[in-house]
């Protein structure tokens, strides 16, 4: 599984990528809204922090000016998917920039039949919510596991990109499921290395190496 960060934090994704923890970026206008930054300009410096696909999101809601906006952004750099809404208008633009050679990101996914057309328009993310879905007593993964179903029964190369992670359980559950890609926070990405029994034998084993005298 390849692990994306949700972020547009430029800090957080240098040190997530010196750390050799992350295969790409995702980004959407509140994230870049949050950095009181210019848009390009935050694109840029993320792509040149990472080889993997950076995902820079449209702003329009129609089919003209979101070709328009998603050309723009993938001039930034070579690594920008185009993010694009799952709306008729969308998977028609998914479509002529996917035929373009670009990389499209189809986000707000909230089912399997949704996830279905992204990928019969060429995407090469499908960004199902899981979050979002929980909040609404609609299990989320259940929607993974139908998308990564429907995928291998027709070898679809969309690749299965799971949104809105809340937690490290969803990280756990999404690699179950199939997903090919977990986009996380940078909070939750950290915390997959924490467990409480980790933090105890590390110190009952520095605590022995102190007493024992040992040095390296």
Not at 11 to 24: M, P, Q, T, V
Not at 29 to 50: H, Q, W, Y
Not at 133 to 158: H, S
Request: hydrophobic share 45%.
């Amino acid at each position: 599984m390849k692990f994306f960060v949700d972020t547009a934090d430029t800090d957080e994704i240098k040190s997530l990528a010196e750390a050799g923890l992350i295969d790409g970026v995702t980004t959407n206008p509140s994230l870049i809204a949050k950095s009181g930054r210019n848009m390009s300009d935050v694109i840029a410096e993320i792509c040149d922090l990472t080889t993997g696909h950076v995902s820079a999101e449209v702003v329009a809601t129609d089919f003209e000016t979101m070709v328009s906006e998603g050309r723009k952004l993938q001039k930034i750099a070579s690594n920008v998917a185009v993010k694009l809404p799952l709306t008729m208008d969308g998977l028609k633009a998914c479509r002529t920039l996917s035929d373009a050679g670009t990389a499209v990101n189809v986000t707000l996914c909230f089912s399997a039949n949704q996830a279905l057309l992204a990928a019969k328009a060429g995407a090469a993310y499908i960004s199902p919510f899981i979050g979002r879905l929980d909040d609404m007593n609609i299990d989320g993964m259940e929607v993974i596991e139908e998308i990564r179903i429907i995928y291998d029964n027709y070898a679809f190369e969309t690749e299965i990109l799971a949104a809105s992670i809340r937690n490290a359980n969803h990280v756990k559950l999404s690699a179950l499921a199939g997903a090919d890609v977990a986009t996380v926070p940078p909070n939750v990405l950290r915390g997959l290395a924490n467990h409480p029994l980790t933090d105890k034998g590390l110190a009952a084993f520095l605590a022995d190496a102190e007493k024992a005298g040992i040095k390296i």
